[in-house]
């Protein structure tokens, strides 16, 4: 019935196109001074209101009704504005091309509205804001997208984020149309490296958090769609600090026919991790490079390669512990003495290649294959030996704060031997097709997927002389996982997409798709319809209203597919969400600056959910059982130059979620992910008179996510961790400017700048440790223990020194 329902409104739509008005297509390209494509610039028709943006060649399309005489605007912050007068008098077609001055001082900038991104459910931003943001991950990108709404994320040296209550593994990533496959054992954000996204290669990027298009793939809850820079000039950069370095380098020859990035990271956290309350040796040591060519063999063909290499490697020797928690009338203090090591690995290598073929304006055609290998492994064997104590509570005692009693001691031995290999190849040929108002867009791909999953881990744990769990006759661990599987599937994924606008209205348009995913695992066919409504009330475009739904499936990896006795089930379905989005955007005016309002409700209904427990960052999946559920909430924006030139933002969310275990008797509860409240600010500021001294400023709160006890067996999270607090600072001094360069000067940039993380030294809490003690007064046969949620602290306050050189 609901596939009924899509296909009779998509065919409504279409029926709207009957008659029309004679039209004017305004074409050209916008180049700067020396003649270099400038994209995102706003092309504004004034006395419509209606614009679009230049795309990363500068080209731009706009249409208007015949016999008129218009006034055309061109203008990004960063240029001064550029005004045309035009007469449209009996013409089908008219190409105006301008050339942008640019000012005499650049603030880096993200755009303040893109309408055609808003239109597809997408929130576009200006990677030159990225190195603004202080960052401690190393993964810049995905620090901006924590502080947009909807996007939560309550551990600062992970890439990892969840959207709208999804899990870590429902988040779409592409690079180039090349979907990014992400690590699958990683448990920790101390184990997390580089992750492939390289912000100085990146010219575009658009997020969206539910109601996307049926041109992107099959998971439940977000899209990071990026692309990477097609160079026209040499350049070079390297961004150096006390967690590492970046260097970047890009450029075009034979006549720009050949252009080529190349870009190289190096991570080292040391610093960072020392700030934490495990004590010991940690050598952490991330590496990665990648590399884009592209050729153009001729104007209408033209062949592209993307490359990647990473190796991460995290090595640590753990020495002791102090953990003080608890409340005012219950002081505790947890004490572990270490023996031990953990050596973990994590390495990727990546291929794509792409062929595009354009025969005219009004269609392109993509030919890709691509291949992708990774190879994980986790091991450790670390023994600890601790000492549960109660601290004196009493301010005017002399022993305030020592221990005065011991409530019990113990001993645990950690072992795993963790091993994950994955090699995927796929093929796809997708398309674009413009016919008068209409925008088609396909693509049929074929993937073959080889996964190895071979795990062994295990917990004894010992407390007063006890093993526990207690059992006379048999020595039990307390915790056991062992898994050996592999898979080898092949998959086919297909979709069919239609933008129309109406000739009668411009006001109005409608975008209509189906996506089918297909896999000889266990023959499951997904089918996902999806269908978005778009009206501008007002001919200047300056509101938007939006209305999207669609079905998304999580198509199945591996993980998601094994018990906890190590089987591989196959008789597990996708699960599955019904998105329905309702949004609004506002393009407005303030203090004599451009400034953007975004409003969006949104109600998923989750079917078919595999029940998972997240610790850390590891999320463990439960498919012995099932799950329904929904996450429904209201996400909101306001950006734009609160300080002149500059842009800044602030996000705040409200979210409520369920899930609904099927066959017990435990009741609705919080999805893991459930953030009541999310808020968010980034701010931007410069010295009075001194543009070349800025000040970055990122802060965020998110009310705390339930938890419980360990259960392997179900998912019961009665409790609430902690809320997550934490500021981040930085200054930048520009000793050198791109636009004061002189004729000889080597470098085109030099900035100095000084980040403050966690300005506030908050403790914020990313998991618990669970620690059993047997009281001393415990004998055989009548054993009885307590456990103890021991939290565990994420990184204390540090300094961090950059400084970025541009030539």
């Not at 029926?15 to 494509?37: A, H, L, M, R």
């Not at 004490?335 to 290649?353: C, R």
């Amino acid at each position: 019935m609901s596939k009924k329902i899509y296909l009779i409104a998509f065919f409504s739509i279409i029926q709207f196109v009957s008659f029309s008005q004679n039209i004017t297509e305004i074409y050209g390209k916008i180049t700067d001074e020396k003649g270099f494509p400038v994209e995102m610039v706003n092309v504004v028709i004034t006395n419509s209101g209606k614009g679009t943006l230049s795309d990363k060649d500068g080209n731009y399309k706009i249409k208007a009704i015949q016999n008129q005489e218009l006034n055309i605007s061109f203008y990004l912050i960063s240029f001064k504005e550029k005004k045309i007068s035009i007469n449209t008098i009996d013409k089908t077609k008219l190409e105006i091309n301008a050339i942008l001055i640019q000012k005499d001082t650049e603030l880096e900038q993200i755009n303040v509205i893109n309408n055609n991104s808003n239109e597809h459910g997408l929130v576009q931003l200006n990677p030159k804001v990225i190195n603004s943001i202080p960052n401690i991950s190393g993964n810049k990108i995905q620090t901006l997208l924590k502080t947009l709404p909807g996007v939560a994320s309550t551990n600062e040296l992970s890439s990892t984020y969840s959207v709208r209550g999804g899990n870590f593994d429902e988040n779409l990533v592409y690079i180039n149309g090349f979907e990014i496959f992400k690590p699958d054992l990683i448990q920790t954000g101390k184990q997390e490296g580089l992750n492939m996204i390289n912000s100085d290669l990146v010219s575009n990027i658009e997020f969206s958090a539910g109601g996307f298009g049926a041109e992107y793939g099959d998971k439940m809850s977000s899209v990071l769609d990026i692309n990477y820079k097609k160079p026209t000039e040499f350049k070079l950069s390297a961004d150096l600090s006390l967690l590492g370095a970046d260097f970047h380098t890009e450029g075009s020859n034979f006549n720009n026919k050949l252009s080529h990035l190349i870009g190289a990271r190096y991570k080292n956290s040391q610093y960072l991790l020392n700030s934490l309350e495990t004590t010991g040796q940690y050598k952490p040591n991330f590496f990665d490079i990648q590399s884009l060519f592209d050729y153009k063999i001729n104007n209408k063909l033209n062949v592209s390669l993307l490359t990647y290499y990473s190796s991460n490697n995290y090595i640590f020797y753990p020495e002791d512990q102090t953990s003080s928690f608890g409340t005012v009338n219950e002081a505790l203090s947890l004490y572990i003495d270490f023996e031990g090591q953990e050596k973990d690995k994590f390495s990727s290598l990546m291929g794509g290649l792409n062929f595009n073929y354009s025969p005219n304006n009004n269609i392109k055609l993509n030919f890709k294959a691509a291949a992708y290998n990774n190879h994980e492994e986790i091991t450790f064997d670390i023994k600890g030996r601790y000492s549960l104590n109660q601290l004196d509570k009493d301010m005017g005692s002399s022993t305030y704060g020592d221990s005065i009693l011991n409530l019990g001691i113990g001993s645990f031995l950690n072992h795993a031997r963790n091993y994950f290999d994955a090699n995927i190849y796929n093929f796809a040929q997708n398309g674009f097709l413009q016919k008068d108002n209409n925008i088609i867009k396909w693509e049929l791909k074929y993937q073959i997927e080889q996964l190895i999953d071979k795990n062994k881990e295990w917990k004894l744990m010992d407390s007063a002389g006890y093993s526990i769990p207690y059992n006379d006759e048999n020595l039990i661990l307390s915790e056991s996982y062992i898994s050996d599987n592999e898979l080898n599937r092949n998959r086919v994924e297909a979709y069919l997409q239609i933008n129309n606008e109406p000739n009668f209205t411009p006001n109005l348009n409608s975008e209509f798709g189906i996506r089918i995913n297909w896999t000889d695992f266990n023959n499951e066919l997904l089918i996902s319809p999806r269908f978005a409504l778009n009206y501008y009330p007002k001919d200047n475009k300056k509101l938007l209203f939006r209305l999207g739904t669609g079905l998304y499936y999580q198509a199945l990896f591996l993980k998601e597919l094994i018990d906890n006795q190590g089987n591989m089930r196959t008789d597990i379905r996708s699960p599955r969400s019904i998105h329905f989005v309702a949004s609004a955007d506002y393009d407005y005016i303030m203090l004599n600056r451009p400034f953007h309002f975004k409003a969006e409700l949104y109600y998923k209904l989750l079917n078919w959910l595999i029940p998972y427990n997240i610790e850390n960052i590891r999320v463990r999946y439960l498919p012995d059982i099932t799950a329904n559920g929904y996450a429904t909430g209201l996400d909101f924006r306001i950006n734009g130059e609160f300080v002149e030139g500059v842009e800044s933002w602030l996000s705040v969310s409200f979210m409520k979620s369920a899930i609904d275990t099927e066959n017990d008797d435990i009741g609705a509860q919080p999805l893991p992910n459930d953030h009541t409240v999310n808020i968010s600010l980034f701010f931007q500021d410069y010295m009075p008179g001194n543009k070349n001294f800025r000040m970055y400023l990122a802060l965020m709160y998110l009310t705390g996510t339930p938890f419980g006890a360990p259960n392997n067996e179900n998912y019961i999270a009665p409790l609430r961790m902690t809320d997550y607090k934490r500021v981040d600072i930085g200054f930048t001094s520009i000793l050198k400017s791109d636009d004061k360069k002189k004729k000889n000067d080597i470098f085109s940039s030099i900035k100095l700048g000084i980040e403050v993380f966690n300005l506030l030294g908050i403790k914020n809490t990313i998991s618990y440790n669970w620690v059993t003690v047997v009281p001393n007064s415990s004998i055989a046969g009548n054993q009885t223990y307590s456990m103890y949620a021991v939290p565990n602290y994420l990184s204390a306050r540090r300094l961090n020194l950059r400084l970025i050189i541009e030539i």
